[in-house]
């Protein structure tokens, strides 16, 4: 089992930066997929950007070249730098991991980009 805490959320204006954190309650050494997913109002949840143990990322076409994921394996942190940011980026980020099988999901934090 691990617990994911998101933090660095908040309100921006189009075209800011926000840099969200994710904190792991156990070491990310070995956790191979971690990623970030998004959930605006009355949508369904999106995968936004994942990253492996390898530091091999992936992202969804609508991010590409604003946000970056990575990894801190010291601190058990994943990242996600959002630069350019738009209004239509307004969401729930949720941080995500895969381990034997289960999904394990933070709590969420709250971004919103005004126009």
């Known amino acids: 089992q691990v617990q994911l805490v998101e933090s660095g959320g908040g309100l921006v204006q189009a075209g800011g930066s926000l840099r969200l954190s994710c904190a792991a309650s156990?070491?990310?050494?070995?956790?191979?997929?971690m990623g970030w997913y998004r959930q605006a109002p009355g949508n369904q949840r999106w995968l936004v950007a994942t990253?492996?143990?390898?530091?091999?990322?992936n992202y969804a076409d609508s991010v590409k070249g604003r946000f970056t994921i990575s990894r801190d394996n010291t601190k058990n942190t994943v990242y996600l730098q959002m630069n350019s940011l738009k209004p239509e980026d307004t969401a729930v980020y949720y941080c995500?991991?895969?381990?034997?099988?289960?999904?394990?999901w933070g709590q969420g934090t709250q971004v919103t980009v005004s126009s």
């Open positions: 995500y991991t895969l381990i034997g099988g289960y999904d394990y």
């Open positions: 156990k070491s990310i050494f070995s956790i191979n997929a």
């Open positions: 990253i492996t143990s390898g530091g091999t990322t």
